[in-house]
């Protein structure tokens, strides 16, 4: 009799045992997922601000200019042989500024 009312005092509750599961989701959330998806909406803005004429790297590393942007994809001008490329816009990663011209 005395154990089982040992026992019934000493059982954990349910949000107890949920707690730590759920602050590790949080922790997840706001390291990881949160940085990423802000990462994703400043990528997709940059994609919507191409135009003509901006010089761009693409994922594989190809540096070129911009000549003509279509629906889904992007006319390169990529020197030395000024050769035409055409690109996925998902494959454009960052468009190159005067400074870091300079800088390379």
Not at 11 to 21: D, K, M, N, Q, T
Not at 22 to 44: D, H, S
Not at 54 to 63: A, E
Not at 71 to 91: F, H, I, Q, Y
Request: aromatic share 4%; charged share 20%; no cysteine.
């Amino acid at each position: 009799m005395v154990f089982a009312i040992i026992l019934q005092q000493s059982a954990p509750s349910s949000l107890g045992l949920f707690l730590p599961i759920i602050f590790m989701v949080g922790i997840m959330y706001l390291l990881m997922i949160r940085p990423q998806q802000a990462r994703q909406k400043k990528w997709q803005a940059m994609l919507e601000q191409l135009k003509a004429g901006d010089r761009v790297v693409t994922s594989g590393g190809v540096k070129g200019a911009i000549l003509s942007i279509k629906d889904d994809g992007v006319v390169l001008r990529v020197p030395p042989d000024n050769l035409k490329m055409e690109v996925t816009r998902a494959s454009i990663v960052t468009v190159i500024t005067d400074e870091e011209e300079k800088k390379s």
